[in-house]
């Protein structure tokens, strides 16, 4: 999920990212044929970096962000006014913790003891589309699909070099240390402040304002 603030980036997170890529690309061909509305979830809990950065790469046309509360309406406008211009499909990503302005986090599950299950939001969003523009919509969840498969060699060689790194802080009894990417090098992290709290998407991103400049709606 990316959202370990003591690290540049997790080990795979880029596996991720070029999963649901690889997905949403395949979609935008059945999305423009059939002239639908695809809405896909993305996991990342209340972290919006898996949907930002695959939805920008993959030109999406709305990425909803659990750290932007996004409007219905600014949505629909966005889908209404692609269909003006002739582009009669639109892509929707939505992170699995997006919040709508005047609603709450969808949840699948309530487990005792434990962190409640997010799911739901991409059809919660796709039903509310359709029924604000007539047009048909589908949503995908990609799930666990983007934890699997063929890591990337970007991740193979980011964890064998974290997997080093712990091996000699563990050889030199140096414990309750996490490793971290702080390029050029790995570096070692107290715990106890790795996971002191998430690491959001900051609003004065440069990736955030990149999809602005793309004319991305982020349901603003």
Not at 13 to 34: G, Q, Y
Not at 104 to 112: F, G, N, R, S
């Amino acid at each position: 999920d990316n959202d370990l603030e003591a690290t540049v980036t997790t080990f795979g997170f880029d596996t991720a990212i070029n999963t649901a890529v690889d997905a949403l690309d395949k979609l935008h061909s059945t999305a423009e044929s059939h002239e639908r509305v695809m809405v896909v979830e993305l996991m990342g809990r209340y972290c919006g970096w898996i949907a930002l950065d695959s939805g920008i790469a993959s030109t999406a046309d709305v990425i909803l962000l659990p750290e932007i509360p996004f409007s219905l309406d600014s949505v629909v406008r966005k889908i209404n006014e692609r269909e003006l211009r002739g582009r009669r499909f639109s892509i929707v990503v939505v992170a699995e913790g997006a919040l709508p302005k005047e609603g709450e986090i969808q949840v699948k599950e309530k487990l005792e003891g434990r962190e409640q299950r997010l799911g739901g939001i991409g059809e919660w969003v796709a039903g509310r589309v359709a029924e604000a523009t007539g047009k048909e919509c589908r949503s995908l969840v990609l799930g666990h699909l983007q934890r699997g498969g063929s890591p990337t060699a970007f991740d193979r060689l980011l964890s064998l070099r974290m997997g080093a790194a712990a091996v000699r802080l563990a050889q030199s009894g140096d414990f309750g240390m996490m490793v971290a990417l702080d390029p050029p090098t790995i570096k070692a992290v107290p715990i106890k402040d790795a996971i002191r709290k998430l690491k959001k998407v900051p609003m004065d991103s440069d990736i955030l304002q990149t999809a602005r400049d793309l004319g991305i709606c982020l349901g603003e």
